[in-house]
Nanobody, 120 residues
Framework: VQLQASGGGLVQAGGSLRLSCAAT????????MGWFRRALGKEREFVTA????????YYADSVKGRFTISRDNVKNNVYLQMNNLNSEDTAVYYCAVGAISGATMAPHYWGKGTQVTVSS
């Protein structure tokens, strides 16, 4: 499965963005998907994950109640709806394939990221 994230941009604090990740490969509907992010000068961190069938979702505490992950196994896409954004959400966002581990994800690999910048 190959991954390409899109939908990033510049948004004011309190605003919303929807990221998309297009996947190629017939195995998409069999893999768990997630989003990670890396802010400037920081390590990449887990944001959210969704199980292969969409029945289970997991969120980092910092985004609970603001972000929503979803997937479309027909279109081979995974989405990240981000609401009430703040400056701490500024980062490059990556979609990933991985294994669910507890309430987080152990990533196997990432696609190219998309930049999200939140202005205060």
């Amino acid at each position: 499965v190959q991954l390409q994230a899109s939908g990033g941009g510049l948004v004011q604090a309190g605003g919303s963005l929807r990221l998309s990740c297009a996947a190629t490969g017939r195995a998409f509907s069999l893999v768990n998907m997630g989003w990670f992010r890396r802010a400037l000068g920081k390590e990449r961190e887990f944001v959210t994950a969704i199980s292969w069938n969409g029945e289970s979702t997991y969120y980092a505490d910092s985004v609970k109640g603001r972000f929503t992950i979803s997937r479309d196994n027909v279109k081979n896409n995974v989405y990240l709806q981000m609401n009430n954004l703040n400056s701490e959400d500024t980062a490059v966002y990556y979609c990933a394939v991985g294994a669910i581990s507890g309430a987080t994800m152990a990533p196997h690999y990432w696609g190219k990221g998309t930049q999200v910048t939140v202005s205060s």
